[in-house]
Nanobody, 123 residues
Framework: VQLQASGGGLVQAGGSLRLSCAASGRTFSSYVMGWFRQAPGKEREFVAAAIRWKSGSTYYADSVKGRFTISRDNAKNTVYLQMNSLKPEDTAVYYC????????????????WGQGTQVTVSS
């Protein structure tokens, strides 16, 4: 699976951005899709993940619950991260990732990674 993330940018606090991650491969729906982020000097951390579109199996880090929404379009092989009410502490490089199996929050257990897209939230 090859992943291509896009949609990052500069936004003021309280604003919104939507990230997209396009995946190659015909078995996209079989993968767990996730988003991680890494701020300067910090570890890469889990943000959100989605197993299947219709089942509504989505998972979020506590820090983004109620503000971020992950969704996936299996027909387009794309996963999205809608980010609302952005805060300066959301500033990071955001990565999409894919793995088989279940959702795990440790980044070392995710096999496929996109190149990252920068999100900067100004105060």
């Amino acid at each position: 699976v090859q992943l291509q993330a896009s949609g990052g940018g500069l936004v003021q606090a309280g604003g919104s951005l939507r990230l997209s991650c396009a995946a190659s491969g015909r078995t996209f729906s079989s993968y767990v899709m996730g988003w991680f982020r890494q701020a300067p000097g910090k570890e890469r951390e889990f943000v959100a993940a989605a197993i299947r579109w219709k089942s509504g199996s989505t998972y979020y880090a506590d820090s983004v619950k109620g503000r971020f929404t992950i969704s996936r379009d299996n027909a387009k092989n794309t996963v999205y991260l809608q980010m609302n009410s952005l805060k300066p502490e959301d500033t990071a490089v955001y990565y999409c990732a894919a793995r088989m199996g279940t959702v795990v929050t440790l980044n070392k257990f995710w096999k496929y990674w996109g190149q990252g897209t920068q999100v900067t939230v100004s105060s």
